[in-house]
């Protein structure tokens, strides 16, 4: 191992522990990481942080994805975290004056790939909504609602369990949801969300309400509380089981949902940005990444021309 790059790292390392104050698990890890890389370099013949080029950083990148006889080949997370402590040693070289550039500038992280969302076809979430708690139960009457407000809305969970009676306007049908940040918006109530929203407060939800709390919230659980996240996605989760569907649900899912549909059926992005609460409309341009690869499908397997046998 080259004594200069090696008394460097153990400088790099000793400043992370004394000044950095790290975690005892983040600094094992640094650890680990730039011991792969000083073996890349040794086994460049490189011995002097200042010999190290953009080209060395960017072949090391490399040989972490590829891996080699003696290191296993990483993933995208892992080694998009090596070249930070790569990255995070060369601007220290930097800052001690033992290089007088640094050469990580330009070789970026691998980034994951893009995760598109995962939307149920319309008559899947149909199913859920359908198979909501026990036909007749006052349960029943909320967990209906609460899916239907899911869906019909495209709310967080967190907004769901959230809202107060106040926050609905069943003769406008709108609904006042509050975001992340304290910001709040409001979305028009589908006709399907506001029956059943109708019908649990009309006929069920006084029968749940607790004299002793008294509590504003729409969605209460058995003892007359407000409901809770966790209650709320056992509520989904069973209801797609009794559904028969065999992918996992969560209350995610009918949001993206929500959005995928709203595309396909030719919304603007704008307008589903605004529905969905997000501060930027590229937040939501993933959606129409999702109705794209739909097109592709349906292109590939429709058009006669499409590809070749």
Request: hydrophobic letters at 40%.
């Given at each position: 191992m080259?004594?200069d790059?090696?008394?460097?790292?153990?400088?790099?390392?000793?400043h992370l522990t004394?000044?950095?104050?790290l975690?005892?698990?983040?600094?094992?890890?640094?650890r680990?990481?730039?011991?792969?890389y000083?073996?890349?370099?040794?086994?460049?013949?490189i011995?002097?942080?200042r010999?190290?080029?953009?080209?060395?950083i960017?072949?090391f990148l490399?040989?972490?994805?590829?891996?080699d006889d003696?290191?296993?080949?990483?993933?995208?997370?892992s080694?998009?975290?090596?070249?930070?402590?790569?990255?995070?040693?060369?601007?220290?070289?930097l800052?001690?004056?033992?290089?007088?550039t640094?050469?990580?500038?330009?070789?970026?992280?691998?980034?994951?790939?893009?995760?598109l969302p995962?939307a149920l076809?319309l008559?899947?979430?149909?199913?859920?909504?359908?198979?909501?708690?026990?036909?007749g139960?006052t349960?029943?009457?909320?967990?209906?609602a609460l899916l239907?407000?899911?869906?019909g809305?495209?709310?967080?969970?967190?907004?769901?369990v959230?809202?107060?009676?106040?926050?609905l306007d069943?003769?406008e049908?709108?609904?006042?949801?509050?975001?992340?940040?304290?910001?709040?918006?409001?979305?028009?109530?589908g006709?399907?969300?506001?029956?059943s929203?109708?019908?649990?407060?009309?006929a069920s939800?006084?029968?749940?309400?607790?004299?002793?709390?008294?509590?504003?919230?729409?969605?209460l659980?058995?003892?007359?509380?407000?409901?809770?996240?966790?209650?709320?996605?056992?509520?989904?989760?069973k209801?797609?089981e009794?559904?028969?569907?065999?992918?996992d649900?969560s209350p995610?899912?009918?949001?993206?949902?929500?959005a995928?549909h709203l595309?396909?059926?030719?919304?603007?992005?704008?307008?589903v940005?605004e529905?969905?609460?997000?501060?930027?409309?590229?937040?939501?341009?993933?959606?129409?990444?999702?109705?794209v690869?739909?097109?592709?499908?349906?292109?590939a397997?429709a058009?006669?021309?499409?590809a070749?046998?």
């Open positions: 080259s004594e790059v090696g008394r460097g790292v153990h400088d790099y390392l000793s004394v000044e950095r104050g975690a005892d698990n983040t600094l094992r890890s640094y680990r990481d730039l011991r792969r000083l073996d890349f370099l040794v086994g460049r013949g011995t002097d942080p010999a190290v080029t953009e080209n060395d960017a072949a490399g040989s972490l994805r590829t891996g003696d290191h296993a080949a990483l993933g995208t997370a080694a998009a975290r090596t070249i930070v402590a790569v990255r995070g040693l060369h601007k220290f070289f800052r001690e004056q033992l290089v007088t640094d050469v990580t500038t330009a070789v970026k992280p691998p980034r994951p790939a893009s995760r995962k076809p008559n899947d979430v149909e199913a859920i909504l359908d198979a909501a708690g026990a036909p139960t349960l029943s009457a909320r967990d209906r239907e407000v899911l869906y809305t495209g709310a967080r969970i967190s907004e769901a959230g809202l107060d009676v106040d926050d069943l003769e049908s709108t609904i006042l949801l509050r975001g992340k940040g304290g910001k709040q918006r409001i979305v028009p109530l006709s399907y969300a506001k029956a929203l109708a019908d649990y407060l009309s939800r006084p029968a749940l309400v607790s004299v002793r709390t008294q509590t504003p919230a729409v969605f659980n058995a003892r007359g509380g407000r409901l809770s996240r966790q209650s709320a996605w056992t509520v989904l989760t209801a797609a009794r559904a028969g569907l065999t992918v649900v995610h899912t009918l949001r993206h949902s929500f995928t595309l396909d059926g030719g919304a603007d992005v704008r307008v940005q529905l969905l609460g997000h501060a930027s409309v590229t937040t939501t341009q993933i959606y129409t990444l999702v109705t690869e739909k097109l592709r499908e349906i292109y397997t058009h006669p021309r499409a070749r046998d």
